[in-house]
C-alpha cells in the first residue's frame, strides 16, 4: 500500500512540474483587428492561427501547428487603425492592424496626428494588403460622386477608426467637411443596415475586398460603390503618398461596375519593447509554407499577403525581430 502511495505521489509531483513547465512556455499574443464585419477581423484570426502552436501540439510537417511554440495568438475585434496604435503603444495589445498612413502620422506625430506626441515606439512586422475606399450607396440614390454627398446623412465609421480618418480627408479633397454633411459613426453591418433602411444615404469603409458585409449587402439589394476620383483624387495623393489609385473590379460585389477609388496598405504593428526573439520567430512562423497555405485559403486577401510584398510601403521602422528575418531571408539588404 506504501509503495502504491509512494508512486502515485511521485506521479504527482511529475505532473506538476509537467504543468508548470508547460505553464512557463505558454505565451499569449494579441492581434488588434478591427469590426467582424470587415477584412481585418477574418485575417487577424488566420494570421494569429498561423503563428500559435500551445504547448502539446503535433509537430509541424505531421498534422500539427508550425506556428511559434508555445504560443497562443488572437486575434481581437477594435475599433480599427487608431485604436490599435494606441494599444499598441500604451501595452493593451502586443499587436495590431493599420493603415498605413495613420501608422506613419502616429510615428512621426503628423498629417492627422499633429500635435500629438509621436508614437516612438511603434514598429512594423509585415506589410499585408491593399484596401480600399469604398463610398457606398444604393443604387437608386443618385449619389454619383462625392460632391454629391453635400447636405446627405453619410456615415464615416467610428472616431478610433482609419475609415473616419480617409473618410474627412476624402471630403477635405473635395471641398467638403463634416459639417456640410449629416455624419453618423456605424460600423459594419449597423451601416449596411441603415442604409437598407433609409436611414443613411451613404457610408465610406476601408477595407479590402471583397469584403463580407458588402458581399451581403448587394446580394440583399441593389448598390453602387461612389467613384473617388477625379480631381478630388489627385489632390488626395499629391498631398498624400500614402494613398494610390486603384480599382475595385467588377465581381467583388454582386452587381457592382468596377469603379475608380484610391487605397492604402494594411500594415502589422507591434511595440519596439516586444522581445526581439519572439517577434523574429512571429515573423518567420508568418512567412512559412504551411501558414501559406492557410492564407491562401483562410480569406480572399490572403492571396495578395507575400513575402514579396511584405516590405512594400513601410513607412515605420521594422521590428529588430522582423528585420533580422528578413535579412536572413534575402528580402533586406
Avoid at 512557463?24 to 469590426?35: M, P, R, S, V
Avoid at 502586443?94 to 506626441?117: I, L, P, R
Wanted: aromatic share 8%; proline share 3%.
Amino acid at each position: 500500500m506504501f509503495g502504491t502511495l509512494k508512486t502515485l505521489a511521485i506521479g504527482a509531483v511529475a505532473a506538476l512540474a509537467v504543468t508548470a513547465a508547460s505553464a512557463q512556455e505558454l505565451k499569449f499574443f494579441t492581434i488588434g483587428t478591427g469590426g467582424t464585419a470587415y477584412t481585418y477581423y477574418p485575417v487577424g484570426g488566420v494570421i494569429a492561427n498561423a503563428i500559435s502552436k500551445p504547448p502539446g501540439s503535433r509537430e509541424c510537417g505531421e498534422g500539427g501547428s508550425c506556428g511559434v511554440d508555445g504560443l497562443i495568438a488572437s486575434a481581437v475585434s477594435s475599433r480599427g487603425s487608431v485604436d490599435n496604435v494606441n494599444a499598441i503603444i500604451s501595452g493593451l495589445r502586443n499587436s495590431g492592424f493599420a493603415q498605413s498612413d495613420v501608422a506613419y502620422w502616429a510615428y512621426t506625430g503628423t498629417g492627422t496626428m499633429e500635435g500629438k506626441e509621436p508614437a516612438k515606439d511603434l514598429r512594423t512586422i509585415a506589410a499585408l494588403f491593399e484596401e480600399h475606399i469604398h463610398l457606398v450607396a444604393l443604387a437608386e440614390s443618385g449619389i454619383n460622386s462625392v460632391a454629391d454627398l453635400k447636405g446627405k446623412r453619410v456615415s464615416l465609421d467610428e472616431p478610433g477608426s482609419g475609415t473616419y480618418v480617409d473618410a474627412k480627408l476624402i471630403l477635405d479633397a473635395n471641398g467638403l467637411s463634416v459639417d456640410d454633411v449629416t455624419a453618423e459613426a456605424l460600423k459594419g453591418g449597423a451601416a449596411s443596415e441603415a442604409l437598407r433602411n433609409g436611414k443613411i444615404d451613404a457610408f465610406f469603409v476601408v477595407t479590402g475586398y471583397p469584403t463580407g458585409s458588402l458581399v451581403e449587402l448587394a446580394s440583399a439589394t441593389d448598390i453602387k460603390l461612389v467613384p473617388i476620383d477625379g480631381a478630388g483624387a489627385e489632390a488626395l495623393i499629391a498631398k498624400y503618398g500614402f494613398f494610390a489609385a486603384s480599382d475595385i473590379p467588377e465581381g467583388a460585389y454582386e452587381g457592382v461596375a468596377t469603379t475608380p477609388t484610391v487605397a492604402v496598405g494594411a500594415q502589422w504593428f507591434t511595440n519596439a519593447n516586444e522581445s526581439d526573439d519572439l517577434i523574429y520567430e512571429i515573423t518567420k512562423a508568418l512567412w512559412n509554407d504551411e501558414s501559406r497555405k492557410l492564407l491562401d485559403v483562410g480569406h480572399a486577401k490572403g492571396k495578395t499577403i507575400t513575402p514579396a510584398t511584405a516590405l512594400n510601403g513601410v513607412g515605420v521602422p521594422l521590428h529588430a525581430g522582423a528585420e533580422r528575418f528578413y535579412k536572413e531571408a534575402g528580402l533586406l539588404k
